[in-house]
């Protein structure tokens, strides 16, 4: 059983061109996030949502959207993709009030912008 | 402004060997310190954490030393094996349910 899905897994488009990422956890966490690794495979968070509320923005364009329809899902919108959006997206889950920040991270979606 | 910082980039070691890796961090509200273990295609996985109330966590192979009043932490694998040849990263938040500071990463070859 997949903890924490992602599709898809790759995604090919030309620049100005409008996506989507899906990302669903079974974990029944409360808790989820976008990360954005780049080429030199640094990790930055972009969103983190709290039970289908924006918590943290990081000052990510507003071509960005992340969408929670529901606790297990997360989903980010991208419009005008630019060449710089060419990274792997990682989608990540935790439970609050466990007195841990246990966050469980989905397989990635390796974004090229051409 | 890198909030933790990770050394080595890379680092090489023979099968059996110790490998080790250090994280130094700034800001004295972090509270969590994880570890991932990524490998190529896949998404990090959670290897082992530790909190500042103690000083060193082990599981199996992996163990973690935290030296609370010089901001630092590090990974110890111990009898590494070439199945532990993967990119590592460290990563430290505050209490609660935050986004993760990631450290830059090493990549760790184990050579038989």
């Known amino acids: 059983d997949t903890a924490v899905s992602q599709t898809p897994k790759y995604l090919v488009t030309q620049m100005g061109n409008d996506k989507s990422i899906k990302c669903e956890q079974n974990l029944g966490h409360d808790t989820m996030y976008w990360y954005k690794q780049d080429s030199k495979k640094f990790l930055k968070i972009m969103f983190s949502?709290?039970?289908?509320?924006?918590?943290i923005n990081e000052t990510v364009p507003n071509r960005f959207s992340p969408k929670s329809p529901d606790k297990a899902h997360l989903n980010l919108h991208i419009n005008s993709l630019e060449l710089g959006d060419s990274a792997v997206y990682f989608c990540a889950s935790s439970q609050s009030g466990t007195g841990s920040n246990e966050q469980y991270f989905g397989p990635g979606t390796r974004l090229t912008v051409t | 402004q890198q909030q933790v910082k990770q050394s080595p980039q890379s680092l090489i070691v023979q099968k059996g060997g110790i490998s080790i890796i250090n994280c130094a961090y700034e800001?004295?509200?972090?509270?969590?310190f994880p570890w991932y273990q990524q490998f190529p295609g896949k998404g990090p996985a959670l290897l082992i954490a530790i909190r500042p109330d103690v000083s060193e966590k082990k599981e199996g192979r992996f163990t973690i030393s935290f030296n609370k009043s010089a901001k630092q932490f590090s990974l110890h694998i111990m009898d590494s094996q070439p199945g532990d040849s993967a990119t590592y990263f460290c990563a430290a938040s505050p209490s609660g349910n935050t986004p993760l500071v990631f450290g830059k990463g090493t990549r760790l070859s184990v050579i038989a």
């Open positions: 949502y709290n039970n289908k509320e924006l918590i």
């Open positions: 800001n004295t509200a972090f509270d969590y």
